[in-house]
């Protein structure tokens, strides 16, 4: 009998249930949590609180738009086996090597990602405080913050300094305090941690994705191609993703639309699964920890147990192998912006 998960994407990450682990939910109670059922993803995590902060927000956003549809619909991932990885890395150090046989039992994975409305929708009945509004700054790319809250900005990322740590930024100010998303609730959320994404896929009784799971999903029954869809970035001269147009960070000339993020539901389904910007628009947070040793060995649903991993799934054309080998270390607390 073929194996079900329960498992949807979010603006960077997807989820599953206990109770569909083999029928047996018996190893998901307590402590005892196991690689496979999804249970894992308790770990470390954080615990719903209220502040005043949280109580003001919901009050402004508690009434979401009945325009708004929603966008938890959920896809079934067949089992399938695929070739994770490849023996041409970029960036070997990064664990992309070697190409390994996988196979991935079927599962059921979030059509869209998550919205700021599906996450609205979370917080206002948990009164859930995210870890970037606890420590009350995240990173934003500078482009996009206003020239009065970037006054007082005195630091940046050595290594990428248009990331800029700014107090007030989160999920309901993507762009810094003075920011909202009053008029993005059909956009996905983002700075949000891998503890926030866990605690949103327990309300919803689901779990992160596995990174197996994920690449599964996005290549869909097709091989060596460069896109879910196939080789052509733009077929007909259609956008399928939205991503970083311009040179970056510098110029961004938004050819598919959009500067910053997308609506969940914007651009074609990206592959014969059905699902929406699972490259694209943002990333996405998976259960999987960062690994870098792996072997040839043909594995049946793997999950690593190192650190916390989470794919930049917007990698085009001749680095799109690489994408799907490509990961980045990260700690729980990384917040999540939009693609470039
Ligand atoms: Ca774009
Ligand atoms: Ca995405």
């Not at 990064?94 to 998550?114: I, M, N, Q, S, W």
């Amino acid at each position: 009998m073929e194996k079900l998960v329960c498992v949807f994407l979010l603006s960077l990450f997807l989820c599953t249930s206990c109770e569909t682990c083999d029928g047996d939910s018996s190893q998901c109670d307590g402590d005892s949590k196991e690689e496979g059922c999804g249970c894992k993803v308790n770990r470390d995590s954080t615990k719903y609180s209220s502040n005043e902060h949280n109580e003001k927000a919901d009050e402004q956003h508690v009434n979401i738009p009945s325009d708004i549809p929603r966008t938890n619909e959920m896809l079934f991932i067949e089992r399938g086996t695929f070739t994770m990885g490849t023996d041409e890395p970029v960036f070997p150090v990064d664990g992309e090597g070697p190409a390994r046989k996988v196979t991935v039992y079927g599962f059921y994975l979030d059509k869209h990602e998550v919205s700021n409305a599906e996450f609205q929708r979370f917080v206002a009945e948990t009164k859930y405080v995210t870890e970037a509004e606890s420590f009350g700054n995240s990173f934003c790319l500078e482009n996009y913050v206003s020239e009065e809250v970037l006054k007082n900005v005195t630091q940046s990322v050595a290594a990428a300094p248009w990331w800029v740590p700014i107090n007030g930024a989160d999920w309901r100010h993507p762009n810094g305090p003075d920011s909202s998303i009053k008029d993005i609730m059909d956009h996905p959320v983002v700075h949000v941690s891998w503890n926030d994404a866990v605690k949103y896929c327990e309300w919803a009784g689901k779990r992160l994705p596995t990174e197996a799971e994920f690449e599964r999903a996005c290549k869909g029954n097709l091989k060596s191609r460069l896109f879910p869809w196939g080789n052509k970035e733009e077929p007909k001269g259609k956008h399928w993703m939205n991503i970083w147009h311009g040179k970056f960070p510098s110029e961004n000339t938004a050819d598919d639309g959009y500067h910053t993020t997308a609506p969940v539901t914007e651009f074609p389904e990206q592959n014969i699964f059905g699902v929406k910007n699972i490259i694209g628009n943002v990333w996405e947070w998976t259960q999987d920890w960062w690994e870098t040793k792996f072997t040839p060995t043909p594995k049946k649903n793997p999950v690593s147990d190192t650190y916390h991993t989470f794919l930049s799934d917007n990698i085009p054309v001749d680095k799109a192998i690489s994408r799907w080998a490509f990961s980045i270390q990260n700690t729980p607390c990384f917040f999540l912006l939009f693609e470039h």
